[in-house]
């Protein structure tokens, strides 16, 4: 039974090698606080449209530029996010 907590917030983490998938989700259960550990296969052919695709193309270019935003908190990333 998979029990979801609304707003809970949660971490995608990418491993290019699959022999670490079994340590990495030993290791997460460990900590307190770990709600749950799944692991999915995510493909971009099937989840990323082309408007999406030129969204994440436009913020690279932009990223290479230095025309990014730091933000250094969660507190501080909420405060942008309100501001837009």
Do not use: W
């Amino acid at each position: 039974m998979a029990i979801t907590i609304p707003n809970s917030p949660q971490m995608i983490i990418t491993l290019e090698d699959n022999a670490l998938v079994a340590d990495i989700k030993r290791a997460l259960k460990m900590i307190r606080g770990i709600a749950s550990v799944r692991t999915a296969t995510i493909s971009d052919d099937h989840t990323i449209t082309p408007a999406m695709r030129r969204s994440i193309n436009k913020a690279r270019r932009e990223y290479a530029k230095g025309e990014t935003i730091k933000c250094s908190t969660p507190e501080e990333m909420q405060r942008y996010f309100d501001s837009l």
